[in-house]
């Protein structure tokens, strides 16, 4: 049985336009024209007990918006929400107790205390025991390689321990539901793959469920198995990422470095020249075909090196709305 | 057990956190316990001229008023309608929104915090004030102190849902502060900051009566000065006050809430 249920979820805003100038600022205060902005359209999913779920798309797709409505903070305009038995806007207790929210560039955590005092302010509102949330804390601080960084001042953290100290404050409660918006945005490499590894970890130790949104292709790769793209408040795609990749993607990335350079009409046949710079190659080639290809190009000239992989799949999503794919 | 989403163990851990957060915040506070020396100017003022006869209030008897005005605002000070709409813009309020606990109840806890940490300046101020005016000390009751302090409190409470109540115009409009600022004249003129209420003519004093404003400074003051007041329409009107603004915060708030749409988040 899913444990997010979302049917024809709608959410429409309405906007007040207003033209440049002074007689647009007039005619905005004397006669302000109102539009409706559909940010979700009709959006359908349900997702499983323990599913760790990446949610894609570009900016302003609607991704933000929608999980603001699987947790409650904003009313559904049509449709309906069922998440953990609850619906969402109702905000009951029993539903807050078992989600939580985390969004990479807000923040809950008291900014000129120390994490633990938040944190104790966390258990006393969930109603946590000080014996368990101090193990809670020991273990989540061990997962997240927190510990002198939980009594410094919130505003003396780096940008990668600070993220690592909310994660912590959000997750104090152990939610069956993590909603997440951007948990790696602005981390460096390493703080990203450290949260990534958390995520991971802490999924399979609790069974918990994950919503995922992400600028980084990594997190999605590294963490989710499905996702769903959406795309202009729709929702373009729901299934496995290697489908979407696939669908994304129907060639692969081949890069040559040459012995010596070569003529760009002796790449004719092996797949879409995108590249040629001196010995440095770089080829399009349809992913059924990719070994012959392969063994073909080693075959005819002097390879230095070849290297395969995907193109970035936030190209991939751009062009593929670019060119009116979906 | 929880009442209105509150234990004692939630009380105690979010005041003992909103204290330490706002002792980091004391030399800020210090001067905010400073600024609030207007008593003290009105004081002067009144002292300086014939018109304090019509008060019917002796030197001493109008020094104990305005210094008993002075910590009645120092302990009533309300400031939600500015935090929350900050809160808000910046869309901090979405965890707030998402805990088992009404945000309310976390602005309640900054302001006694604050109140906690503005006691030792505003205990400096009156003994440099007692210094500068021996005549006029005094120590009122215990039974009086507590009835002051009960009063005071009251005050507290009508100032802090009226402006939750204002507070909550933010779900509607991003600068509902604006609104407080229009309340700011008829709360000095009336509260009894500038001048005791009998300092004002009659039909003034009976409308004031009919507003919140003269149990916010004036009833409490006297109280704590020692001065003849009508206990039980003093306490009956706070009450009163407090009764009808609490479902209004609650109801609008509710409303507010449908409304929200995480702005700035």
Redesign the interface.
């Known amino acids: 049985m899913a444990l997010i249920d979302v049917r024809g979820l709608s959410k429409t805003?309405k906007v007040a336009d207003k033209q440049p100038g002074f007689a647009g600022t007039l005619r905005h205060f004397l006669q302000r024209r109102y539009r409706d902005v559909a940010a979700v359209q009709d959006v359908s999913f349900q997702i499983a007990p323990g599913e760790m779920v990446g949610f894609l798309g570009a900016n302003g797709a609607g991704k933000?918006t929608t999980l603001?409505m699987l947790?409650?903070?904003?009313?559904p305009s049509d449709g309906d929400v069922q998440v953990a038995g609850h619906r969402p806007q109702r905000?009951q207790?029993e539903f807050?107790?078992r989600?939580?929210?985390v969004?990479g560039q807000?923040?809950?955590l008291?900014w000129?205390?120390p994490p633990l005092?938040?944190l104790?302010?966390?258990?006393?509102?969930?109603g946590i025991p000080d014996d368990v949330a101090r193990r809670r804390t020991s273990e989540l601080a061990d997962l997240l390689e927190l510990g002198e960084e939980l009594t410094r001042p919130v505003r003396k953290l780096s940008l990668g321990q600070r993220m690592k100290a909310e994660l912590l404050a959000a997750l104090l409660h152990e939610p069956e539901v993590l909603f997440l918006d951007e948990p790696t945005l602005g981390l460096d490499v390493n703080a990203q793959s450290r949260v990534r590894q958390f995520l991971a970890e802490y999924n399979r130790r609790t069974g918990a469920t994950v919503l995922l949104t992400s600028h980084y292709m990594a997190d999605i790769t590294a963490l989710c198995q499905r996702v769903l793209l959406i795309h202009q408040g729709r929702l373009f795609h729901d299934g496995p990422l290697e489908v979407l990749a696939d669908q994304l993607a129907p060639e692969r990335e081949v890069h040559l470095e040459l012995e010596r350079p070569a003529q760009s009409d002796a790449f004719e046949g092996l797949g879409r020249l995108e590249r040629i710079e001196g010995c440095e190659v770089r080829l399009l080639v349809p992913r059924d075909q990719l070994t012959i290809v392969v063994a073909q190009l080693l075959e005819r000239f002097p390879v230095r090196d070849l290297d395969v992989k995907d193109p970035p799949i936030e190209e991939l999503i751009g062009g593929l709305f670019r060119q009116g794919r979906v | 057990m929880r009442i209105f989403g509150l234990n004692r163990r939630i009380i105690r851990v979010l005041l003992g956190s909103q204290y330490a957060h706002m002792l980091e915040y004391r030399a800020e506070i210090a001067l905010w316990a400073l600024s609030g020396v207007l008593p003290f100017i009105m004081l002067s003022v009144w002292s300086g001229s014939e018109a304090r006869l019509g008060l019917g209030l002796d030197g001493v008897a109008l020094d104990r008023y305005f210094l008993s005005a002075f910590l009645v605002r120092q302990f009533s000070v309300v400031w939600v309608v500015y935090a929350f709409e900050e809160d808000a813009l910046l869309g901090r309020l979405s965890p707030y929104l998402l805990q088992p606990l009404h945000p309310l109840w976390r602005y309640v806890a900054a302001h006694l915090g604050e109140q906690l940490t503005r006691l030792p300046f505003a205990a400096l101020i009156a003994a440099v004030f007692f210094v500068a005016q021996p005549q006029a000390f005094w120590l009122p009751s215990l039974g009086g102190f507590l009835l002051a302090w009960l009063a005071t409190w009251l005050a507290f409470a009508i100032a802090f849902l009226f402006q939750s109540l204002i507070a909550a115009l933010c779900f509607w409009s991003e600068k509902a502060s604006a609104l407080e600022r229009l309340q700011f004249i008829p709360f000095v003129f009336l509260s009894g900051l500038l001048a005791p209420l009998t300092a004002f003519p009659p039909g003034v004093r009976a409308l004031a009566q009919w507003t919140p404003f003269p149990y916010l400074i004036d009833f409490p003051a006297r109280l704590l000065a020692g001065q003849p007041v009508d206990l039980i329409a003093g306490f009956a009107a706070q009450l009163a006050w407090v009764a009808l603004l609490l479902p209004l915060v609650l109801l609008l708030w509710r409303a507010g809430v449908r409304r929200y749409s995480a702005m700035g988040a």
């Open positions: 805003y933000t603001k947790c409650g903070l904003i009313y905000r207790a807050l107790r989600i939580t929210l969004m807000k923040q809950q008291m000129d205390l005092d938040s104790r302010v966390n258990a006393a509102v969930y």
